[in-house]
């Protein structure tokens, strides 16, 4: 297979020379930019999707075989190549057999792994962070959806250039300057495949332009049915589509019948498990080639978040065709969540958001002792994590090398304790650069664009007691890697303290006897199933290591005050309380209203979903 992979990319590199000797005459003449691109397109689909089909007829699973795989990531899990585009002269993409449902899932890899679609936060280069944990035989098992992209705004071209600026800032899969050869987004010579595109829509036509124009940079394209943000309800999609069969039936049908490559869905569960099941059969029977269900309705966000039910998901791979392929969403925290809701729900891929933005490796196995012991962190009690200095450096070399076309700066090596290694360093001052001008490379490039907000998700445990790294990266400009690089260096010094440290204090330094205890009396009073502490008592780690962020339950929240009922219940609460014959107090909620309005609001959570067996709470 490894030869037949290196014979096959030889030859497609030689055609791709040949077309390029024949578009220099022809891009200096009338043809237009639009052209390029376009023609640029239909020779790496027709060469990318005939290779997965000969592969897969060979006997291969993935888009590109071991060999390959292996050669491209590199002995440290990281990317080392950029690359042309292979074209050729091969028979038009439509010519060929388009896979649909579990063949295709087959075809690239039956991944079990999936990277979720997340508004602006899987990006390019975070798809790259997450895929280089990945050991070589795990690589074509890890599937990532882009971000979520607007289909009419990415659909839509103006006469003049650059003819779409939201596309050309948010999805760059060929170099600006030169459209036959790939560059970031889709790009299988450096591992960003598979892939799947994800849109939101309500017109199929947009939707359908959309798909087109992205089609020969990825594996299939997503419907976005499962947004439940303000936002989506203004613009009429995501999950505030559901209650329009029809349109959805429409929407995924369209591109099922004319797009080149499959159509995929994901979906947030109904009300009831049957209502669930009709939505999920309507969503197949217009083509959808994979379901991915979250496990939370739509009400469930934000503090109101609470608890995905892996039984409804149970239910429809229950009722569902056994050839069917469905994704779960939902309540994973960490990689040994992801066996625990496969054997729940009978899914055949498990897909994480929150608990990735956590933690980029979720959904890499652990490492050996002894592997990676400059990055993985291992404490006397026998849990570990991946080192937060590591995974920053390891998401900043990206950046340098891929999105800015340069090599990372030279870094010293990460600091173990134990080792002999100098601490001289540690006494140096660290200066933050200042701003540069008033433009930055942030502005047109989502991979710059998101970092700020990925690193604090990352740091989130480590900024609450190092609020001055907080305050750095508050401050530092978006697009501005040598200010980046500046806070690196902070928390590269303070996770060597903190380890010289443990290691002085024989491990005493992070036991808070007093606030485990707290959790504790949480779990006794509460219940395991009502309270985020049983998550909390099983996820912590140091600050210094990676780690889920964790919300409340929603009678959690409720307790603080960070939810209040709303004017509905409390009204209704009055009105029982009237018809009672007890006494209205203003500026109270009558006597015992307190508990009242609690209860109200609790019976229209736990109208939300019938699951409340599980300790996970996030994700």
Known sequence: MGFFFCFFFFFGGVADLRLQRKLKGRFATTTTTTEKVNLGREKIVALFTLGRRLLHAAG???????????????????????????????????TVKKLHGREFYES??????????????SEFAWRMLS??????ELQSKLL???????????????PKPPYNKYRDSHFQCVLPKDPATLWLDGNPLVGDRPLFVQFCANDPQHLLAAALKVAPYCDAVDLNLGCPQGIAKKGHYGSFLQEDQELIYRLINTLHENLPIPVTAKIRILETKEKTLEYAKNVLSAGASILTVHGRRREQKSHLTGVADWEYIRYLRDNLPAETVIFANGNVLEHGDIEECIAATGADGVMSAEGNLSNPAIFAPEPQPGAFEDEFWRGRDGKGGWRVDAVFRRYLDILHKYVKGGEPPARRPLFVPGKGMDTEWMKEEIVIPPKKGSKS???????????????????????SKHHDVRDALARARLGELEQFEGIYKMVEKKVAEGLIEYEETDGKSMEDPAEEERL????????????????ILRCKRPWWCVQPIIRPLPKEAMARGAIQPGKKDKKRVAEEEANGGE???????????????VEAVKEELEKQTEFQTSELVSG
């Open 441 to 463: 490379e942030a502005f047109g490039n989502p991979n710059y664009g998101a970092l700020q907000a990925h690193m604090f998700h990352l740091l989130r445990h480590f900024v």
């Open 60 to 94: 291969g699973r993935g888009g590109t075989s071991q060999a390959g795989s292996s050669f491209f990531f590199g002995s440290r899990g990281l990317y080392s190549t950029m690359a042309t585009a292979p074209t050729t002269d091969a028979p038009a993409a439509a």
């Open 131 to 136: 895929r280089s944990f990945m050991p070589p």
């Open 583 to 597: 006494k209205r107090v203003k500026g109270d909620e009558t006597k015992g209203g307190d508990a009242k309005v």
């Open 144 to 158: 990532a959806y882009t971000p979520m992209f607007h289909a009419r705004l990415f659909s839509q071209d103006a």
């Open 520 to 535: 504790k009396k949480l779990v006794e009073e509460m219940g395991p199933a009502e309270t985020s502490a049983t998550a």
């Open 108 to 121: 690239i890899g039956s991944p079990k792994y999936i990277l979720a679609p997340m508004v602006d936060q």
